[in-house]
C-alpha cells in the first residue's frame, strides 16, 4: 500500500508539473472505443506538433474518459458532468454523438468542446441548420448533405436496385447509419432502402451477422456499412459478414472506406483527407489556448467525397468497372498491382 501510494503521489506531482508548463489543459471524452476517433486524435495531436505547440498542451490520463458503448446514458451524462465541472480542464475534445450530446446537456458554458466525428450534428440538435451556429463554446466542422451527396455517389458509380442498410432503432442509431439521407436519396433516384432496426446498442457482432442474414433473405443486391461497431477492425472481425455478402453477389459499399476496402468491401470513400480536417481542429484548440503560431494558415477543409476501389472484389462479383470510374479513384486496392510494385522494388 505504501508503494502504491507513493506512486500516487509522484504521479500526482508530475501531473501538476505537467500543467505549470502548459498552456491549457484538455480532456478527452468518447462513449466508446472506435477506430475512426483513436485516428482523429492522432491525427489532431500531429497537427499541434506541426504547429510547434503540442507541447503546450496538457493531456492529462485521468481526463481521458471512455465508458463503453453498453453504458448506461447516465454514466456518459456523469462522466460530462464531472469533466465540466473540473475547472482544471479548459477544452474536452469530445469524440462523437454519444459524447457530444452528454457534454453539451451538462454544458457550463466556459469549457471549450471541440466536437469530432459527429455524424449528423444538425438532425442531433447540436447546430442550427441555416446559421450552422450552436452553442457559443462548440467548435464542430459540419458539411450541408454531406450524406446525401454519398448516396447519390455510390448509386452512380456502381447502380443497384435494393439497398440494405442497419441500425438500432434510437435517434443516435439513425444518425450514426445515415438512415435519413438514405432515405432521401432512395426517394430520389427510384432504388429500394431495405432496413434492419433490430442492432443492439452495441452494435454487437452477433446482432450485426443477423442483420446481414435477414437483409440477404430479402433480396438485397447492396449494403451500406456505416459507422457500425461490428465492422470496426480493431474491435472485431467482420469479415465472416462480408463473405456472406460478396457470396451472394451483394455488392458492399462502406462510408468510412479506406480501411474497409482494403479488406475487401466492394466500394467506399476515400478517407485521405484527414490532415486537413484535424489542422482544422488543431488550429480552433491553438487558438483558444492563445497558441496560434504567428502567420500559421491551417489546410482549407472542403469535403470532397472521392471513392477507393477493391478490383479484387469487383472482379469476384463479375462487376465491369467503368473506365471512368477507375480513372477518378483516390485508391484502388488490387493484388496483381501489388504484384507489379513489389517485382519493381526488387529490381
Known sequence: MAVSGLHSARAAEDDAQA?????????????GP?????????EVLAALERMGVRDKVHLPPHLHSSPGWGADPDVYLAEAERLMADPSVDAIISMGTEATKALLAKNNGRTSIVAIDVADPVRAGFIDRDTGLGAPNLIIQHTPDKWHRVFVLFHEALPFSRLGIMYSDTPEGLWYSNVPEAR???RERGFELVEYDRLDREESPESCAEGVRSLISQGVDALYISALNCFDWTQANPQPMLDSLHGKGIRTFARDGTVHVRRGVLMGLSTLDYVPLAEFYAAGIAELLGLMPEGFMPSEYRYRPKITLNLDTASALKINVPLVLLISADEIFDSSLAAVRNATVSQ
Open 19 to 31: 500543467a505549470v508548463a502548459s498552456a491549457g489543459t484538455i480532456a478527452y471524452f468518447e462513449a
Open 34 to 42: 472506435y477506430w475512426e476517433f483513436e485516428l482523429l486524435y492522432t
Open 184 to 186: 432521401e436519396v432512395a
